[in-house]
């Protein structure tokens, strides 16, 4: 059994309004783009205070298998991000074509237990594997993760956890 996990959707949770307007604000390529500076700063108060692995779910993960230069671009973009802020991925859940978001978490799960786990999506995706469902913090469309979802999380992590 491994340490706590969050499963990270992407869009709606750190690419939000604010990130598409910081990005804009700033002339950034898109191909570059900026994440939500707050949903950021909570993943890292999470990852540090449980020493929680970042587990991507997000449609993003398509771009891994990518052959073309601007799949390639957007996710070393991301992965790099991420990095920077001191919430490095640390893998994917597989692409389940004949499931929902609870069958490719559900499957990671069985491969890789772990003591305790959140997920942050922003659409609930939960229906072949209800009990994955569990760990889901909804967050609203594009808005990102905020206190309430830390202290949600933190609440969720703390159960099988010794911190």
């Known amino acids: 059994m491994t340490g706590p996990v969050i499963f990270l959707d992407v869009d709606g949770v750190i690419c939000t309004a604010l990130s598409y307007r910081l990005t804009k604000l700033l002339r950034i ?3 570059r783009q900026i994440f939500d500076p707050v949903s950021l700063f909570w993943l890292r108060r999470l ?8 587990i991507l779910t997000s449609t993003w993960r398509d771009a891994l298998t990518m052959e073309d230069d601007w799949g390639k671009a957007l996710i070393s973009n991301l992965y790099g991000r ?4 001191g919430t490095p991925i640390a893998g ?10 609870s069958t490719e978490i559900h499957a990671w ?11 942050f ?4 995706r939960f229906r072949e594997f209800p009990h994955v469902r569990r ?11 905020r206190y309430p979802h830390y202290r949600a999380a933190v609440r969720l992590l703390s159960q099988n956890s010794n911190k």
């Open 29 to 31: 390529d898109w191909l």
């Open 47 to 54: 990852t540090a205070k449980f020493g929680a692995r970042i």
């Open 82 to 85: 991420m990095e920077q802020n």
């Open 92 to 101: 994917a859940t597989p692409v389940i074509y004949s499931g929902d978001r």
């Open 109 to 119: 799960l069985e491969d890789n237990p772990c003591d305790s786990y959140v997920i």
């Open 121 to 124: 999506d922003d659409h609930d």
């Open 135 to 145: 760990g889901l913090i909804m967050i609203e469309h594009s808005e990102g993760i």
